[in-house]
Antibody, heavy 116, light 110 residues
């Protein structure tokens, strides 16, 4: 079964750091572009970051310079290193796979809460 | 403010048809594929339409997508109460090199 499972969310103070992980199963994640999308409670979907199969990275302006996306092919995993976290980063974070020029597989999400 | 513009809400009776619009610009919808997602309460989004009008396997043909210029439309026919959800459009923006979503449209089946 094709599946994505996120982990690493939690409560962190403003200015703190957190590293999200996304484990893939049922497919080889290195052969797909992978993205992170977040959703604050009661709000819409917000794109966060992407990494191509060639390792090229892209970031939303709101996270550029603070977040780093990476992948570890040997572990079939995707990561999001989040530094200098702000209240506005509080959201459920989803990892998702690009298939057919769209997000065809989504994880269940992991909650990140930034609060003092 | 989202780069792609969707109506905040739409509603229709069971069995009826509804359309949801998504308006963008030449840098996103105008020159890139549009995809649509359904998000039921408390769940992750689900792909409904990709490459403007294609349906993944398992998505009923009650759902359709189209694109014209810098706008796209999601159509849902034969509405069911189970279709009540939030719907989002998305496209890559070539000028900004970012992925943009619409603000989302809440569908109510009266």
């Amino acid at each position: 079964e094709v599946q994505l499972v996120e982990s690493g969310g939690g409560l962190v103070q403003p200015g703190g750091s957190l590293r999200l992980s996304c484990g893939a199963s049922g497919f080889i994640s290195s052969t797909y572009d992978m993205h992170w999308v977040r959703q604050a409670t009661g709000k819409g979907l917000e794109w966060v970051s992407a990494i191509s199969t060639a390792g090229v990275t892209y970031y939303a302006g709101s996270v550029k310079g603070r977040f780093t996306i990476s992948r570890e092919n040997s572990k079939n995993s995707l990561y999001l290193q989040m530094n200098s976290l702000r209240d506005g980063d509080t959201a459920v974070y989803y990892c998702t796979r690009v298939g057919g020029s769209a997000f065809d597989v989504w994880g269940q999400g992991t909650m990140v809460t930034v609060s003092s | 403010q989202s780069v792609l513009t969707q109506p905040p809400s739409v509603s229709a009776a069971p069995g009826q048809k509804v359309t949801i619009s998504c308006s963008g610009s030449s840098s996103n919808i105008g020159n890139n594929y549009v995809s649509w997602y359904q998000q039921l309460p408390g769940t992750a989004p689900k792909l409904l339409i990709y490459e403007n009008q294609k349906r993944p396997s398992g998505i009923p043909d009650r759902f359709s997508g189209s694109k014209s210029g810098t706008s796209a439309t999601l159509g849902i026919t034969g509405l069911q109460t189970g279709d009540e959800a939030d719907y989002y459009c998305a496209a890559w923006d070539s000028s900004l090199s970012v992925l943009v979503f619409g603000g989302g449209t809440k569908l109510t089946v009266l």
